[in-house]
């Protein structure tokens, strides 16, 4: 079936602009995740999606930062008033969730962001 | 804080020379264990992962790994390595008894010369 798609594949934008990236998770994995892939920073954990409730939302980095999920499925990951250090790819990955436990992430192509 | 470190930034080795990419973790609970390859202009793709049981994991193209629970380690191995082996490769960590995010480690840029 198809994989994690998410959109843009790019996005450039100006500082102090709104963004708002999506993510369209395998169809049925209950688990979705959100990550920023940065220069210096590596591969960072974001939110965390059971459903459509967040109960791990400890990696996003500021206020200006939120993301929400809709119907179990497509998720939308908002940053307001960009700032130049938000300029990262950042990924989506999704999984199922059986006895509590999740399974293998499959990752997205992700959306690169540049802030001018 | 867990962390997960992988001790070669950029490695070049030349077609048929072996592979091996450390990966080290902090945590001293139970963990899962995995590899990942993002490939050029490429996503992020599962090379294979450790969750129980024999300690020696075989993924695709030729790739494996060994857990050994006392060292804290989880090294990437490959035999004979291909020009198209060259990609970024990432080791991760899930806790047990986590909402199951993963802690990557800084990754190594593997580079095959034909």
């Known amino acids: 079936g198809a994989g994690v798609s998410q959109s843009p594949s790019n996005k450039v934008t100006e500082k102090g602009k709104d963004v708002e990236l999506r993510c369209d998770p395998i169809s049925g994995h209950t688990a979705l995740y959100w990550y920023r892939q940065s220069l210096g920073q590596g591969l960072e954990f974001l939110i965390y999606?059971?459903?459509?409730?967040?109960?791990?939302k400890s990696g996003l980095p500021s206020d200006r930062f939120s993301a929400e999920r809709t119907g179990g499925s497509v998720s939308t990951l908002t940053i307001q008033r960009t700032q130049q250090e938000d300029s990262a790819v950042y990924l989506c990955?999704?999984?199922?969730?059986?006895?509590?436990?999740?399974?293998?992430?499959?990752f997205g192509p992700g959306t690169r962001l540049t802030v001018l | 804080a867990q962390s997960v470190s992988q001790h070669n930034h950029h490695v070049i080795l030349s077609e048929a020379a072996s592979l091996e990419l450390g990966c080290n973790y902090s945590y001293g609970g139970t963990v899962n264990l995995f590899w990942y390859v993002q490939y050029p202009g490429q996503h992020l793709q599962l090379l294979l992962k450790?969750?129980?049981?024999?300690?020696l994991v075989k993924g695709i193209k030729g790739f494996e790994a060994e857990f050994i629970k006392s060292k804290f380690s989880f090294n990437l191995r490959k035999p004979s390595v291909q020009w198209s082996d060259t990609a970024e490769y990432f080791c991760?960590?899930?806790?047990?008894?986590?909402?199951?995010?993963?802690?990557f480690g800084q990754g190594t840029t593997l580079q095959v010369k034909p």
């Open positions: 991760a960590v899930r806790l047990s008894g986590n909402t199951g995010k993963l802690i």
């Open positions: 990955a999704s999984s199922t969730r059986l006895a509590g436990v999740t399974d293998t992430q499959y």
């Open positions: 450790y969750f129980s049981g024999d300690p």
């Open positions: 999606f059971q459903g459509n409730s967040a109960p791990d």
